[in-house]
Structure formats: C-alpha cells, structure tokens
C-alpha cells in the first residue's frame, strides 16, 4: 500500500468520526452516527495493520482479541446508573495507551522515522513529552475520578494548606523537565516527565467535590483527546490529530456546559474545595429547627397527583442512587392514564455526568419527547400544578435567585417553586452537595415526601392502582 | 592583608570568570545545536509541523460546530463515541507493536494495542445499549 494511499484511507477514517458526532444531533440519526464511528475505527486499524512495517499479525490479533473482549464483556454488563465510572476508567485507559506509546516513540523512534535514539528531533521531542504528559494526568486524574464516582474514595474535596503553590510549583518543574529531556535525551528525563505527571494527575483532581463530577469527567474527556493530539504530532499522522481535536473540543465544549450550568468559572471548579459531605453543612449552622416542614405520605402524594392536570417530575442524583427510574417510569404511566399531562424537567448539571439522566430516563422507556431541558420547561411551571422532585435539591433552590450571599448564588435553577404544589422525595433533611438549605421545604404549598425514591414511587404506584 | 593574598584572590576570582565563560560558550553552542534541529525539524519530512498544525486548527473548528449541535439529551452518548473514538491512538501503538522482533517499544506498543482495544470496543458497545434505549415509543 503507497504512503498516498493510507492517507486517503485515514482521511475517510477522520470524515466517518465526524459523522459520528453529527449524527447525535439528534436520537433518530445517532445510531447510525455510531455506525460510522464504528466503521472509521475499523478502517484505520486496517490501513495501519496493511502498513508494511507491521509484521507481527499473531501478536496484534491477540491484542486486540484480548482487549476487545474485556471492553465488551464490561460494556455489557455494565448498569446504566454506574455509567460514569465506566467513562471515568475507559479515560484513564486512554491516557495509559497514550503514555505506551509514547514509550515506543521514544525508544525506537526510528519506526517513526523521527531520529534515532537519543538523537530525536526536538519539535517531535516536545510532542511527545506534551502527549506522554497529558496521558499520565488523564491516567492517574479519571482513576481518582472512578474512585470518587464508585465510592471507594470519598466524595469530600480534599484540601491542604498550600495546595495551589505546590501545584504550580510542580507545573514548572514540567516545564523544567520536558527541557531536560528535550537537551539530555535520556531515559531519566522521560521518566521523570512521566511519574511527575502522574503525581500531578492525582493532585489535580483529589480537590475537586463530588457534586462537579460533571465538569470533572468532560475534562477528563478532554484531556483523553489532547493527549491524542499530542501523540499524532510526534508521529505526523494527521488522522489521530483530528480525531483529537474533536474530542478535545467535545470535552471542552460539555466542561463549559457544566459550568455554566452550576454558573461556576471553570477555575473555581479546578481549584476544587467546592461542595463537600452534608456534616460539614449542617454544622456550619444546619436547618433552623423553628421552621416547621408539612411531610405527607404516599397516599397523599398519589390523590394530590391524580387530582391534577399537569405534573412535571424533576430527577436529580437521588433518583440514580436510588434506582427509582423503573418505578418513577410506570408512576408517570399509571398518571397518564388518568388523564394527566406527565413531563419530566432535566436540569443540566443533574447528575455525575452530561446527560446521566437523560439516559436513565431513557432506559426505563420513557418517551424522549416527554423529557425536557431546562430552557424548554421552565416557563410552563407557573401552568403546572404538581412538580413532583425526586432526588434533586440544589437544581430548585430559590436561593439561587433571591439570596447573593448563597454559594449558589447565580446558578439557573428548575423553578419549581412556580407550581401550585411541589412534592419532594427526599430520605431526610440534609442539604444538597453545595451545603445550602432549601427555603422552598418549609412553604406551605410544599410536601415533603421522607422515604427511599424507589419506594416511595413503588408505593405511590399501589395507591393509585 | 597583603599584596600577595591580593594577588592570589584575583588569580582565583579571574580562574573562576575564564571557567563560566567556557560554559556559557558550551551552552551557547548547545542552544544553537537545539535550534537548528528545530529549524531541521520544521523543514524536514513530508509532514511539516504547520501543516499538521494546519490541521489540528481545522479540526478543532469543525469539532466545536459538530459538538455545539449535540442536543443535550445525549451528552452522555457523546462521552460513550469519543471515548471510543480517542482510541484511535491504537494507530500508533499497532505500528509499535508492528515488528517481527520482540523489544522493550514493541512490548510497550502491545499493551497499548490491549488497552486501546479495551476502549473501542466498550466505548462503541456502551454507546450502542444507550442509543438504543432512546427510541420513540409512540
């Protein structure tokens, strides 16, 4: 195959990747978007295997049988709800490979015909070190990430004195290094790039609370695609730079979304310390115990809701944890068959990850018409008479309009506090992950529902049968 | 002190100058060396670095007008495809792992290819359950 020829063929690989991402515009024609992201991958892995430097076809089958299998057996299995630790892990593997690779670079570079050992050329050098650096944050960062997201860390930020300073002391010491290696050369160096970026990883992300997951795994996205970039340059192969690019700019594009949506500056998320257990919350003052709360039970909430004509439910983290989309599902059946207008209302940071609830939803059958975001929804509450919320909290905090003292101060909010009734499935009083109480818990036209999200929608499905 | 404690302090003050001198001639060359082979580098090979460059700008505009249309529903689709879909990486670790002899760049290559492959195909099966769920059931 001639040098042209791959080219070409790379070049279909990068326009199918494109028509990946433009085919979820929209749900009709993203399955076919994946198609051709499937289609691309298939096309470049052919073309570099066709290479006539690569020989080994045994040791390359085995490879990828291997992997393959374990990704598939993993995606397979995997429960919707855990979905963004599954993407938090699969990054981390993404960084990993791109690490790998940037070892062969190294020490052989002249497979890719960038010099030869400890004779490399320097721009290539700084590709590399910039594609070795990248990957190791994304490795050691979307472990932590997993960690944080499984439970198996806490979702509290962890914070030290002199954090920042040891952070950006440790960024220049990158600097210093990758200059190191670009004038030595050594394997030293290219080590030390390499374990000081994984220590960095971790320090990056370890500040950041588990209420901005969201932000956190779209950068990590990110990072997974610039890494990417950083490797296509060192190897002057212009597919995986394209491809890198899109998933960069798509990670960029979701961690700004994010934000945005929590009305939080990107630095203020990665300087992290935001948003930590509800203790710490409650000891910074806790709810006033003066304020009196009016808490119904299933039946109530199950008359009030059939008595309506329009309910709009609002899912938050609570419902995940929970598992209650199978149950809020057959609810809001069970209401639309007595005649009652039944939507559900997705803020955008709802969730641990870009539109966790929307598939959630999704997997428990519910019509994706009947899902809306929050532009779409949030002036048809004042016409609604029941908001039903179940495991959100801080998404419908009025304090985010009313009180410029509140953290969340600023942050666009479902408002839910325009309908005639609003109904909270909640397991206690606590506050949310920004450590705020919730003014609209103590309004008269306020019920608050005190059970598991599960049960509580399986018992109001028994009352209304 | 003396004349010849004098005498001696500047011999060594002057030994000390001619001896940074020297080094910031070997770092002058040294910096020369560096910048030619980024002069080299730039201008070498088929694939220069501006219009690779070239490239990657391209790239990242078309890819902040294709993410920009995502309806918001499958944000986390779109993790699911470009999680997959940055395993392309697997291109370079298949060329590593490409020779017929086994070393310390061809093992690393191998790994990459496993891990690479984790990736493709559980980042393009997961994306495939989620879409799948977001069917119109009317």
């Not at chain 1, 890198?244 to 990665?270: D, E, H, P, Q, T």
């Not at chain 1, 539109?355 to 939803?361: A, D, E, F, P, R």
């Amino acid at each position: 195959m001639t040098e042209n020829f791959s080219a070409v063929l790379y070049l279909i690989s990068s326009i199918c990747f494109i028509m990946a991402l433009k085919g979820l515009s929209s749900p009709d024609s993203a399955r076919q978007g994946n198609m051709f992201g499937i289609a691309g991958m298939v096309i470049a892995i052919l073309t570099t295997i066709a290479m006539p430097e690569v020989m080994s076809y045994g040791t390359i089958l085995a490879g990828i049988v291997i992997g393959g299998s374990i990704g598939a057996f993993i995606a397979r299995k995997i429960e919707m709800t855990a979905l963004p630790q599954l993407v938090a892990a699969f990054h981390s593997l993404v960084g990993l490979a791109a690490c790998f690779v940037a070892a062969a670079a190294f020490f052989r570079p002249e497979a890719y015909g960038i010099g030869t050992p400890g004779n490399i050329a320097v721009g290539s050098l700084v590709e590399m070190a910039v594609g070795l650096a990248i990957g190791a944050v994304t490795f050691t960062g979307s472990i932590i990430a997993f960690g944080k997201l499984q439970g198996l860390l806490s979702g509290a930020p962890v914070t030290f004195s002199g954090q920042h300073p040891l952070n950006a002391a440790l960024g220049l010491l990158m600097v210093a290094l990758v200059v190191w290696l670009c004038i030595d050369q050594s394997p030293a160096a290219f080590w030390a790039v390499f374990v000081l970026a994984l220590v960095l990883g971790i320090l990056i992300i370890i500040p950041i609370g588990g209420a901005d997951m969201p932000v956190v795994i779209s950068m990590l996205n990110s990072y997974s695609g610039w890494a990417a970039c950083g490797i296509g340059f060192t190897l002057g192969n212009s597919l995986l730079i394209i491809t890198g690019a899109l998933v960069g700019s798509s990670g960029a594009i979701l961690s700004y979304i994010m934000c945005k949506g929590m009305n939080r500056s990107f630095f203020s998320v990665i300087l992290g310390g935001f948003g930590g257990d509800s203790d710490a919350a409650a000891a910074m003052g806790g709810p006033g115990g003066d304020k009196s709360v009016k808490s119904g039970s299933a039946d109530d909430a199950a008359f009030i809701m059939e008595n309506a004509s329009s309910v709009v439910i609002v899912p938050g983290y609570g419902m995940a944890v929970a598992q209650a989309q199978h149950a809020l599902r057959e609810l809001g059946d069970l209401l639309k068959a007595k005649g009652v207008k039944v939507r559900y209302a997705i803020h955008p940071v709802a969730g641990r990850m870009p539109g966790h609830m929307n598939v959630l939803l999704a997997e428990a059958n519910v019509p994706y018409e009947d899902v809306l975001e929050l532009e779409e929804i949030n002036r048809d509450f004042s016409q609604t008479d029941v908001a039903f919320v179940i495991g959100a909290n801080d998404v419908t905090n009025p304090a985010a309009k009313s009180d410029p003292a509140s953290p969340i101060y600023g942050m666009p909010i479902l408002d839910v506090e325009n309908a005639k009734t609003v109904l909270f499935v909640k397991r206690g009083m606590s506050s949310g992950y920004a450590g705020v109480e919730n003014e609209l818990f103590f309004r008269d036209n306020t019920m608050m529902l005190f059970s598991d999200a599960k049960k509580m929608c399986e018992e109001i499905v028994q009352a209304l049968d | 002190m003396d004349a010849t404690q004098i005498e001696q302090k500047a011999k060594a003050l002057a030994e000390q100058a001619a001896s940074l001198a020297g080094e910031m001639a070997q770092f002058a060359t040294d910096a020369g060396g560096v910048a030619s082979q980024v002069t080299e580098a730039a201008h070498s090979g088929p694939y220069s670095f501006i219009s690779l460059f070239t490239v990657f700008i391209l790239a990242c505009f078309v890819g902040y007008y294709v993410v920009w249309r995502v309806t918001p529903a499958l944000h986390s689709p779109l993790m699911g495809v470009t999680n997959a879909i940055s395993s392309v990486i697997i291109v370079g670790a298949l060329i590593a792992a490409g020779p017929a002899e086994t070393n310390f760049s061809q093992i690393m290559g191998f790994c990459a290819v496993v891990l690479a492959s984790v990736n493709i195909f559980g980042g393009f099966i997961v994306t495939q359950r989620m879409l799948s769920m977001f069917k119109k059931k009317r």
